[in-house]
DNA sequence: GGTTCTAAGATTGTAGACAATATCGCGGCT
DNA sequence: AGCCGCGATATTGTCTACAATCTTAGAACC
């Protein structure tokens, strides 16, 4: 079961890149060391030797080679000439950097879907809003985190801008295992919550600039997050 | 001569990949590959078969194979699977919508850039701008082309950010055929270097803000101009 | 005449073997 | 004892052959 549920979030993650089910055994190996990666099963840094993974996943090392091939595409995979391929490691310094880049890509796509905002987009939003608010109270911080995904997953797809989004799926992939670190620290969801609600808050007003500016505002707040826990780990 | 130019470019533009000069089959085949589609030597569209560049490079078609996927990482070929690969072409609009997701991370760059400024660095920002209004107002285009790419490089190398590097190296290689449109128009050039002058006058003054504002006006005017070209050329 | 089935051709996907390269440990030398 | 070179091993890079898949052309049929 959790199992499922970690493919399905990767699924949601990546969609560009085929669909899971079926298409041979190319894509089924490549999903299946990405979602090996992205749960952890592969530590950071490890070396991923094709003729294991060949034999793990009872494919040809050519077969193997492509996924290897197509993850580093994605940069979960960092691959040496000569040397092979590991799990490419983000660091906390990586992590922020990302988050940065984030917040020029994810504001423009927050206020395009400002910008063309429909009746029915709206009321899902104000939906997903509650929601959110609700699960918090509750103290419920998987769904928080779950409808937080999902809020992030709406306004990539409402942009219909397939460049940011393809953009921001690949830093996504990269830094699930940071974002795993904050989610699960209630003081954390209580600002965040309120950060997600004035997002949408701005989207529903249907105001681009002010969305982009309420994105922003969220995202250096999880950068000064992530800062703090970063460091409060290093000198424990 | 023209060769060279183009050769240079694309170094320029995608450092990370590896030296092209050796490092064996792969690289060699891979750096062929990606010149001959940056320079317009495969158009659009054009399908890439596997057994033909394999003879054309004399390589072996694993190596081609291997080439072709890491080209699709950096988003210059698209794979159908099981259907071949083709150079993929970039539209106005996706054009446009790279420019628009380099707003945010090219302005990012730039604000970095302003912020840890030294002085030598300012010295070289200073020269660049004198250069640029003198090869304007020259007429040579070509040179001014040559320092525009040169700021571009210069913003994102000393903005010492990995990851909006990674991403604006990937976004640029893309849409290296758009840029050439706009760069052989003199008028355009006229309106462009003040913009360009612009960005240095805020990183010179260390306004990381103001630095992000400029950019974003120069690339809003890109956009515009684009979208000008594109109206024309459709009404000829 | 048009449509659909079929078979041949072209092209990619997969597999296994071999070559090239890097890594590591051991023995000899200083 | 420490360092350097050398050989053994592990791993990736490359090649060739074969299988699977898609595309296209032609013939049979309605």
Redesign the pocket.
Known sequence: MAAAAANEATAAALPAVGASSEG???ARVTDQIRDAIVRGEYAPNQ??????LSAAF??????V??ALLELAGEGLVE???????RVRAISVDEAIEILEVRIGVEGLCAAKVAEHLTDEQAAEFSRLRADMVASVEEGDLVEYSRLNRALDVWVRELSHHATASDVLARLHAQSVRHQFRLSSRPARAKVSVLEHAAIIDAILARDPEGAERAVRAHLLSVIEALREVAAREATA
């Open positions: 041979g055994a190319q070396r991923l030797i094709e003729a294991d009872s494919a040809s090392r050519a077969t080679r492509t691959r040496l000439p000569n040397k092979g391929s």
